[in-house]
């Protein structure tokens, strides 16, 4: 680079760092980029972006401000961080909207050009925050980064306006400084993502390398940081988000069955990205169908399981609700379907950006009749991936549908995922019937599953008729007869229960008995294992098991219970899944604690919680 | 549709209507217009060519979405107003099969109104048959949204406030390439009609003027009786001038940008200027205007009103899929897993 290094380098187990600015200003590109870097520095890491709900909000309002995190290290990195070690704010919109997730002594990075008395205004500001008390205690490095990126392609020709939109790479280069990164990966990536337009190709590096030579030459960069290299378990890796992992599964599910995989499905936030990435890969003859709404995304995937696809539809709190119906017909017919909400915050529209676990009743309980469903929930971005493998693998091989929750933290957050060869995936066997067999009947069912066959149209000799109605045992007809209905009612249910027989024992981290038992399910696991993980190192007696099969439940649940002083059940809902346990386990006394924000657990609140119960 | 009927049609042992006929009891009312409906259709299913295995009769909910039990075919019996999606996706998953949807007015063009827009917009390749009884039968006689302006049901005593829809100019104003309407007492005219419908590739609607015997009744009479009919039905056929009435002394014509009624003979008028009917034509114009001549004013149109060739939602998307298997590098999901960015630990 030229560059001599000469600054004092402070070694760190891990860092957390924030990219912050308008919602036009490339803070989710400068993250990403930002996170290949961190790969190729061999580090484990965890992504989360903010976005606001609008899609370009005024400019320079608290409202317009959009996030992107960064938790990296060497040590394993569950969750993508509580509190930043590093803020860069492009405005102070930005600043203000961040500065509560910051750590005491963190660095602030700004672009003074963008600190302006229009500004401080639309911010909420009553004067310059770099001027008062506003940043005392933090270190505070002041970028000319506006002016200072017009400076570094001035003699390209390029209009003010499109100049200033490298300045996003300014920032990035003075942080890739701090951390004592290299620059030709981002180079690289530049020529990769710009290839038609080599100008931009060239402004961007030059602005990159403009940010990084600042940074050297100011005092106050001191000392850089070093993050060693994780020791994370050989293999090839990728980074990848929850929807991705999502879509990837279902493909993967589908290869390993056989069964081409189908998906009818409305665009939502924050699940669009499955069936965007769904609808990329028809080279694997994925069938991603856009549908005109919600139920005739169910609807159209019900009729393509019943002609033999792996079915899924994808949604989000709002739409399940409008496929409650058609979940119906889905456990009435017994056809295998998997229905993967991404929860956010509700009810209504409510937080559509923001990630809640409050559709848990609904998946379990949200239709009409008796209307059990399997119900599980992925724990991590990488989790999503086996999650919906698993759901495709069981609604299969059960012949019933599947409801799997992610939420949207794990969809848009990333991590790094070890690739695994889809030989070694668990085998799927769909229970289809062959040509012109004389056994079978609609509702004839295996004796261990009690799933039916799946019969599937074109298939010489199977013809049979199925649908809403209630249906008479083995024979499939329509069937009004009392006793008939209480028994396939009966099965129905039973058919759900004995999944229990075909899934993991639950897992406990920690001790199989002591006096805290911390009890959490989804999307959470992160910052569960995590703040659990500190609490051991401090000698602390606790043990956490969290949930990825709801209904139903692990078959050794009630005996990890009984093996606790106190149960508590953390939730990022009004408390849901406790509920739901005192329903099942009514005989323990149930603790909850509870974040309705929109916001993730952060390991500190967690931990405040934990010690308290331990001291009662 | 077309090619497939070729192909199989030499491989394959004839199906009988014998062998669409289902075991069930069919528990329609005597005297009720579906009958008539289901024997056509059993009729019909044999002469297409396609094995019965490749069948698949897919319904919502209301008296005619019985429907799919009375067939020995694949079928679903769905939810209300959802025939249309679950369709779809029975076509999509496997374009090979011959798909049928059985609706009613209010199942299709009420509470299933925006599936059916859509599928007839996208011109996903299944044929449609919407009985239309223009009343709610199964709920036990609520005015549906045929029911013409003014009549008096259970849940409209003072008589409806509202516009009806006709089925025709629905389905062609949302991009409908191919309309056609028949009546349940003239099945030689239905038989016609269905082959034509199952002959077309895309989305076929065929409305069928279909009599509710106990909360409807009569409702098509100008149409459909004997006295009457000769002056109020029209059977439209491609490339013949649209003449009508006892001896075809009437005709249809075509005066500026409306439709007229003329008798031969009168005013100079001749079969020369009488309008000759034209299935293929791409503008809806005049076929929006056959559909909705309404009886005592016009005929009733029946016959292949409109019948315009156009790729099918799922050839594009089988096109799509297979162009993307020759063009990708992807060929499996290892190779998926491991593209773009990554590294080695």
């Known amino acids: 680079m030229g560059t001599k290094r000469n600054k004092p380098v402070q070694e760190k187990d891990d860092v957390v760092i924030r990219f912050a600015g308008d919602s036009g200003d490339g803070m989710q590109l400068t993250g990403s980029l930002f996170s290949d870097s961190t790969a190729f520095a061999g580090n484990d890491f965890a992504t989360f972006p903010d976005y606001p709900a609008e899609i370009r909000a005024p400019q320079g309002t608290i409202a317009g401000v959009s996030g992107f995190q960064v938790h990296f290290g060497h040590t394993n990195i569950h969750t993508s961080g509580d509190l930043a070690d590093v803020l860069v704010a492009m405005n102070p919109a930005s600043l203000k909207a961040n500065l509560k997730w910051l750590k005491d002594n963190a660095t602030v990075i700004v672009d003074t050009d963008a600190f302006v008395e229009k500004a401080f205004d639309k911010a909420g500001y009553d004067g310059n925050p770099l001027e008062d008390e506003t940043l005392e205690g933090y270190r505070v490095i002041h970028a000319p980064i506006s002016e200072m990126t017009r400076d570094a392609v001035h003699d390209l020709g390029l209009e003010n306006k499109v100049a200033l939109k490298s300045k996003n790479m300014f920032a990035l280069g003075i942080v890739l400084y701090l951390f004592n990164r290299k620059l030709d990966k981002i180079y690289k990536a530049f020529e990769e993502k710009f290839k038609s337009n080599p100008l931009v190709v060239e402004a961007n590096k030059r602005v990159l390398r403009s940010g990084y030579n600042f940074a050297d030459t100011v005092e106050a960069i001191s000392p850089t940081f070093n993050v060693e290299p994780a020791e994370l378990k050989k293999g090839l890796y990728r980074n990848i988000t929850g929807n991705t992992a999502t879509a990837w599964g279902f493909i993967a599910a589908s290869e390993r069955s056989g069964r081409e995989l189908f998906l009818g499905s409305y665009p939502i936030t924050p699940a669009s990205e499955i069936l965007q990435e769904l609808t990329k890969h028809k080279e694997l003859t994925v069938k991603a169908f856009q549908a005109e709404d919600e139920i005739a995304g169910i609807c159209s995937a019900i009729g393509a399981s019943y002609t033999g696809s792996l079915a899924i539809t994808t949604t989000s709190g709002p739409g399940l609700s409008l496929k409650s119906e058609a979940i119906g017909l889905a456990v009435m017919t017994e056809l295998p379907i998997v229905i993967v909400d991404v929860q956010r915050g509700g009810p209504s529209t409510g937080l559509p950006t923001k990630s809640e676990q409050s559709d848990l009743m609904q998946a379990l309980f949200g239709r009409n009749g008796e209307c059990p469903t399997i119900v599980m929930a992925a724990s991590s971005p990488t989790d999503c991936f086996y999650s919906a493998y698993h759901a495709a693998k069981i609604s299969m091989e059960h012949m019933t549908p599947v409801i799997l929750l992610t939420d949207g933290s794990l969809a848009n957050g990333s991590e790094i995922f070890r690739i695994p060869r889809v030989a070694d995936l668990m085998e799927i066997n769909p229970p289809l019937v062959p040509p012109n067999d004389e056994d079978y009947k609609p509702y004839k069912r295996d004796e261990k599953k009690l799933n039916r066959r799946w019969a599937v149209p074109g298939t010489e000799g199977l013809r049979h008729r199925i649908g809403g109605l209630e249906k008479e045992n083995i024979e499939g007809n329509v069937s009004h007869d009392p006793e008939n209905h209480q028994l396939m009612t009966q099965l129905r249910e039973e058919k759900v229960n004995r999944v229990a027989d075909f899934i993991p024992e639950q897992e406990l981290i920690g001790d199989s008995k002591g006096d805290l038992l911390i009890v959490s399910w989804g999307g959470t696991k992160g910052v569960m294992l995590t703040a659990v993980e500190e609490m051991h190192k401090e000698n602390q007696n606790v043990s956490l098991a969290h949930f990825n099969h709801i209904n139903p439940l692990p078959k050794n649940t009630e005996e990890i219970f009984s093996k606790f002083k106190k149960i508590v059940v953390c939730e990022l809902n009004n408390g849901q899944f406790v509920n739901y346990l005192k329903m099942k386990f009514p005989e323990f006394t149930y603790q909850q604690y509870n974040k309705i924000q929109g916001l993730p657990f952060m390991v500190s609140e967690l931990k405040r919680e934990f010690y308290a119960l331990l001291s009662k | 549709m077309d090619q497939d009927i070729i192909k199989h049609k030499d ?60 067939m020995n075919t694949y079928g679903i019996h769905g939810i209300h107003g959802r025939a249309a999606a679950i369709a779809t996706g029975v076509k999509l998953a496997n374009p090979k099969l011959s798909v049928w949807m059985i609706t009613g007015d209010g199942d299709c063009m009420a509470i299933g109104g925006n599936h059916f827009i859509h599928a007839v917009r996208r011109n996903i390749d299944i044929n449609i048959l919407l009985f239309n009884n223009k009343i709610y039968g199964l709920t036990k006689g609520q005015f549906s949204p045929t029911t013409p302006k003014g009549f008096k049901t259970k849940s409209s005593p003072q008589g409806t406030f509202e516009q009806p829809f006709n089925a025709g100019e629905l389905v062609i104003g949302a991009q409908g390439n191919f309309f056609a309407r028949a009546i349940d007492n003239n099945p030689k005219m239905m038989v016609e009609v269905l082959f034509e419908a199952a002959r077309h590739t895309g989305t076929t609607v065929v409305e069928i003027l279909q009599n509710c015997v106990i909360f409807n009744n009569n409702i098509h009479e100008l149409i459909s009786s004997r006295d009457t009919r000769d002056d109020n039905q029209i059977f439209l056929k491609h490339g013949e001038p649209m003449l009508f009435g006892k001896g075809k002394k009437k005709g249809i014509l075509l005066r500026g940008t409306q439709l007229e009624v003329v008798e031969l003979g009168k005013n100079g008028i001749t079969e020369k200027d009488i309008l000759v009917h034209n299935i293929y034509n791409p503008d809806p114009g005049v076929h929006i205007m056959l559909s909705r001549m309404t009886p005592p004013a016009f005929p009733a149109a029946l016959g292949v009103i409109r019948s315009v060739t156009e790729s099918s939602f799922d050839q594009n998307m089988e096109e799509v899929i297979e162009q993307s298997k020759r063009d990708s590098k992807i060929k499996n999901v290892d190779d998926l897993l491991r593209s773009g960015n990554t590294w080695k630990i």
Not at chain 2, 20 to 46: N, R, T, Y
């Open chain 2, 11 to 70: 491989e394959i042992p004839q199906p009988t209507k014998e062998d669409f006929v289902s075991d069930q009891m069919v528990k329609w009312c005597p005297g009720c217009g579906d009958h008539a409906i289901l024997s056509s259709v059993e009729k019909v299913f044999p002469k297409l060519g396609v094995r019965k295995e490749d069948f698949v009769v897919v319904s919502g909910i209301g008296c005619s979405s019985r429907f799919p039990y009375y």
